[in-house]
């Protein structure tokens, strides 16, 4: 089941330690915008985050337990994000990840999404994240953006 959560964040903890690599990004963001929740008999099994900011929303966290990952529930949730922001009317969704977490590119890329543009040297110690940080042998240093059309 998926719907609007209302609880406290601290309840998504590890969710969004699966989410973010940076404690400081994640104490950050956790408080901010608002929060679909996917549940499977009471337990929360994943989560997706929506920030509005300077006249744009943005896809800012998601993340599925590790024994649902694959199963659907974060496509489920980008599709009832997707509905509830093209209901209040928002044109475009945005999401952003690191440029070397080629698996995640391409999941958001087989939902729809769209490159939109690159931002370079984001990832650095100053914002958290541990100096050589690597996914699959690629550096983390540069962000991409995509843009999913509602």
Known sequence: MIGWYAGERSRLRSLYELAEDSPERLEAAIGQGRVLAATDAGEIVAFLQ??????????????????????????????????????????????????AATDTVRFYQRRGFRMLRIERDAFTPADGYPEGFEID????????WLSLAL
């Not at 042998?137 to 991409?144: A, L």
């Open 50 to 99: 929506l920030v509005e900011s300077e006249g744009e929303i943005e896809l800012k966290g998601l993340a599925v337990t590790e024994p649902r990952q694959g199963t659907g529930i974060g496509s489920a949730l980008i599709a009832r994000a997707a509905d509830e922001c093209r209901a209040e009317g928002w044109t475009n969704l945005l999401v952003s990840t690191a440029a």
């Open 137 to 144: 042998g690629i550096p983390m240093r540069d962000r991409v």
